[in-house]
């Protein structure tokens, strides 16, 4: 069955996750053929919900993230593999198992894990949203270290870290 | 484009390692837009000062929830009474179910209580199909800082005005079911550069007639059935240009005169109640400043009532000093023709420049005259009328002032002070202030204080009608008022999940209800306290299904020595089951308690009851295309609405089983 989202929770982060990678201070080292990335990674279950979210991000950038091509790619779990070199990662539930290895791969190859809920700070994943009085970009630093990536200076500034 | 040159501008200076101030503030104008949002769509709304339940269009839909009544008795402590021509009436918590006016209605930011009874109940049949979401405040105050309420304010969206967020809807809808139901409408909008258009229409139409048993003059007439049909359209227009903005909404009513207009059952199958309702509200907002925004509208309100019932069977009586007994051997007829007029003027500023502030300020002004004020009564099957004036004032004059602010005192606490100075021209001026406190002790559990001290004017029927009809006025009566405490917390375990408890206790003075003595006459009566609690619980399952119960809890009194007409328990509690993507079950199954009665009304307490409905959604979605089947009371459970003192003995006989099916299609 369908995933169930939050559709003003989707478009927060389909409008702020890129803007989010843009503050990685080794963004220029995940740049493929000038292109830069981002993985939608998600169940069969998870079908509808990545692609509303890929379709919500491809209408505010139109495949362009400042002066770089920008693209959204759909990846099934089952297709997810080691040799995946997006320059950052969202999925939208990092507790199942099958998911695991997406936050593994993040971590090594020190590319962002964004997720849907921060309650998967616990399953590892780096940075999520959350809309309540008002809205908060959550930084999960029990796990930064892991990720080692560094991030502008300007990006502690807004973002609410997570103990 | 000038948002992408930005983004460019902005990556460059950030490969150039400068400080991204800029980029700063996109960020944090991200952020506030989505706060924005979701404040103006209530999906915060547990982290925000208020007390609210929300309900939106797709759950009421797969529930076969048909009109908006319907969907108030989903709302924890909210019941509905039936009164005079069957006027059925929201009560909140049990609070004087004998008033009509002590909940607000506002249909997409505007007001609809009329004066005459400060009712609006001719909207409680607004199909849902036309309803984005309905936001339900328990208690004083609503969501709007213009407008006090009493016990409760409900607010309608509806899809031809929803607010920021998705596109608007454009859709064709349909049903009909038991009684010869039938329904159909519109919603449709159009956006041509700056130029938003939306509209929404629908017709609807039935047959129905409930079981009345004995009336109050058991000796006289013939009748045994109540008529209740229903004959009801309204057209909703919008539009939006720049700052500018137009809405209005032009609705009639016309249906069967019901339990009467003085209790009396009528054998004239002509007798009717029609109503007519337009609104039209224009607005300018605009920037005074950065962080000040300035909005300048005007409105106008309308409502035409025609009525024709014989309020006393041939051969019966009534005392009519200084003659004694009189009897009427050919009845005796009422036909109403009523027409009030309100005009409204107001400027209101929002201030978000000062940090940590949101402050909502504003004046507003209303012109209200009556422009038909004519009772006939005719004592010989209406071939003649002798005419009189209905209400014996001819307008009111209201201005007031209001102010808010919601200040967030840090990350998890914020606090909202308020205060609403009115002005009346026929009553005594009120000063309304609010506290509310919230703390967010984490994200999982949020706790909230609330004191707000609100008021209802008396409507013009209470303070104005004159003549010999079965209700009498009191034109010294002043304003009720209320001080409300309440305390909520919510533990919200998952992101769907979440329980609510909050704590009530009103305090209500110089209520305003009539005695069942001749003549009955609307007076301030005294003060009465209530104090409760209402719960709910809310859980999202696998495969999406949802899971709903809530329970609610009132003591005290509403009345001289008893909570009358209010069940102390009731409790709601639905399951939405998704057994494929495309199709939907659902049961709904609602538990009203006993019902006690004023003090000096022998009769035995109203039983409590169950009802049960179930619903099937079918959905196939490439052609945005739906049917749905319900069936209401599917055990035919029977059960009443109770009735004054001395009209109907065996109360008011609610509908058996029922069935609706609903056809949708987007575009």
């Not at chain 1, 949203?129 to 560094?150: D, G, M, P, R």
């Not at chain 2, 106008?300 to 069977?313: G, K, L, T």
Request: glycine share 6%; proline share 3%; hydrophobic share 40%.
């Amino acid at each position: 069955m369908a995933l169930s989202v939050d559709p003003l929770l989707l478009q927060a982060q389909a409008s702020i996750f890129p803007k989010i990678m843009l503050l990685d201070n080794a963004i220029s080292n995940k740049i493929k053929a000038n292109r830069l990335v981002l993985d939608i990674v998600h169940t069969d279950a998870q079908t509808a919900s990545a692609t509303k979210l890929k379709s919500v991000i491809d209408t505010e950038y139109n495949n362009s993230l400042g002066d770089l091509r920008f693209e959204v790619r759909l990846v099934n779990i089952k297709d997810f593999g080691a040799e995946e070199d997006a320059a950052a990662y969202y999925v939208f539930d990092a507790s199942l198992p099958s998911v695991k290895k997406v936050v593994s791969h993040a971590k090594s190859a020190q590319r962002i894990c964004f997720g849907y809920s921060y309650k998967d700070f616990n399953d590892g994943i780096l940075i999520s949203l959350f809309v309540k009085e008002k809205t908060y970009i959550y930084l999960n630093k029990s796990v930064l270290h892991q990720y080692a990536v560094k991030f502008t200076p300007i990006f502690y500034r807004i973002a609410k870290v997570i103990e | 484009m000038r948002k992408v040159l930005l983004f460019i501008s902005l990556f460059s200076i950030l490969c150039a390692e400068e400080s991204g101030e800029e980029f700063l503030k996109l960020l944090q104008g991200d952020l506030k837009k989505y706060s924005q949002i979701a404040t103006e769509t209530k999906q915060n709304v547990d982290y925000m000062p208020y007390i609210v339940s929300v309900l939106h269009n797709k759950e009421l839909t797969q529930l076969g929830i048909l009109s908006l009544r319907e969907a108030l008795t989903l709302v924890p402590g909210v019941d509905i009474s039936v009164g005079m021509a069957g006027v059925q009436n929201p009560i909140f918590r049990g609070s004087n179910p004998f008033a009509m006016g002590q909940s607000k209605l506002i249909i997409d930011g505007v007001v609809v209580n009329d004066q005459m009874f400060g009712a609006y109940n001719q909207y409680l049949d607004m199909p849902v199909d036309i309803i984005e979401r309905i936001e339900v405040v328990r208690g004083p105050g609503s969501l709007l800082s213009s407008v006090n309420a009493y016990a409760g304010s409900i607010h309608v969206i509806t899809k031809a005005n929803k607010d920021a967020g998705p596109q608007k809807e454009k859709s064709i809808f349909a049903a009909f079911g038991s009684d010869d139901y039938m329904m159909g409408g519109f919603v449709a909008s159009h956006q041509e550069g700056d130029l938003e258009l939306s509209s929404d229409l629908f017709y609807q139409r039935h047959d129905r007639e409930l079981y009345a048993g004995v009336d109050r003059f058991p000796a006289f007439g013939t009748a045994e059935y109540a008529p209740l049909w229903l004959r009801n359209y309204a057209v909703g227009l919008n539009a939006a240009y720049k700052g500018f903005y137009l809405k209005g909404r032009f609705a009639k009513n016309e249906s069967g005169i019901s339990y009467g207009q003085s209790f009396s059952l009528s054998d004239d199958l002509s007798d009717h109640l029609d109503v007519q309702n337009n609104s039209l509200e224009v607005g300018y907002g605009f920037d005074m400043a950065e962080g000040v925004k300035g909005t300048l509208s005007v409105g106008y309100f309308d409502e035409w009532r025609e009525m024709q019932n014989e309020v006393m069977p041939d051969g019966s009586s009534m005392m009519m000093p200084p003659m004694g007994m009189v009897t009427f051997p050919n009845g005796r007829y009422l036909v109403i023709d009523y027409a009030e007029q309100t005009f409204k003027e107001r400027f209101e500023v929002k201030v978000s420049a000062v940090e940590d502030h949101m402050i909502t300020t504003g004046v507003e002004f209303s012109q209200s005259r009556i422009k038909e004020n004519t009772a006939k009564v005719s004592t010989d099957n209406l071939q003649t009328l002798t005419e009189e004036d209905l209400l014996s004032n001819s307008g009111r004059e209201h201005a007031s002032f209001y102010i808010d602010d919601l200040i967030d005192i840090d990350e998890k606490t914020s606090i909202q002070l308020g205060a609403k100075f009115d002005h009346f021209s026929d009553v005594k001026d009120q000063f309304s202030p609010r506290f509310a406190l919230v703390h967010r002790y984490d994200d999982e559990n949020i706790y909230k204080l609330i004191y707000t001290r609100s008021y209802r004017e008396p409507s013009w029927r209470e303070q104005y009608l004159i003549g010999s009809h079965y209700f009498s006025a009191s034109e010294g009566v002043e304003s009720e008022s209320v001080d409300a405490y309440e305390a909520a917390f919510i533990h919200k375990f998952g992101i769907h999940n979440d329980f609510k408890l909050n704590l009530f206790y009103l305090n209500n003075q110089d209520q305003i209800y009539f005695e069942n003595m001749n003549p009955r006459v609307f007076d301030n009566r005294g003060d009465h306290e209530l104090y409760g609690l209402e719960s709910e619980l809310s859980l999202q399952l696998a495969q999406g299904d949802k899971f709903y119960l809530n329970y609610s809890y009132v003591d005290g009194e509403n009345v001289s020595g008893a909570l009358a007409n209010s069940a102390q328990h009731m409790a709601r509690a639905y399951y939405i089951h998704n057994l494929t993507r495309e199709l939907s079950l659902s049961s709904l199954v609602k538990y009203v308690g006993e019902k006690e009665r004023t003090q000096d009304d022998t009769r035995d307490n109203v039983d409590d009851y169950i009802t049960a409905d179930i619903s099937a959604v079918y959905r196939y979605e490439p052609e945005d295309l739906s049917i749905s089947l319900s069936v209401k009371n599917i055990f035919d459970t029977t059960y009443y609405l109770p009735s004054p003192d001395g009209t109907y003995p065996g109360d008011f006989e609610q509908a058996g089983t029922s069935f609706l099916v609903r056809l949708s299609k987007g575009f």
